[in-house]
């Protein structure tokens, strides 16, 4: 349920900051939505997984834990994400 309930306030919040910017882009928006909605697990021998983002705020700020073990998940999305709507673009310009 708590998942379910995120992703549709993060979906929100990142069409919210696009029309903000004023600047509509498809790229933007795919690359903020994965930036909130990734997870991560809180602790390696737990499964429980949290929002990584918050969750590497929450280590620094009040655990005083400075690893970056919470945004390894994130960079990899990131990373995918922006390849796939690269070669996305690239292909509908291409092509049509």
């Known amino acids: 349920m708590f998942w379910t309930v995120y992703i549709i306030a993060s979906f ?8 903000i910017i ?19 697990q809180l602790d390696v021998s737990s499964s429980e ?3 990584a983002i918050f969750s590497y ?13 919470v945004l390894r998940p994130l960079l990899i ?8 709507v690269s ?3 690239y292909l509908k310009r291409k092509f049509f």
């Not at 999305?77 to 796939?84: A, D, E, H, R």
């Open 49 to 51: 997984y949290a929002p």
């Open 22 to 40: 004023n600047r509509p882009s498809t790229l933007v928006f795919i690359l903020l939505l994965m930036f909130f909605i990734t997870p991560s």
């Open 77 to 84: 999305t990131l990373t995918f994400s922006l390849i796939t």
């Open 12 to 19: 929100t919040f990142s069409l919210l900051l696009i029309k």
């Open 57 to 69: 705020f929450y280590n620094v700020l009040f655990e005083l834990d400075f690893s970056t073990r």
């Open 87 to 89: 070669l996305f673009l």
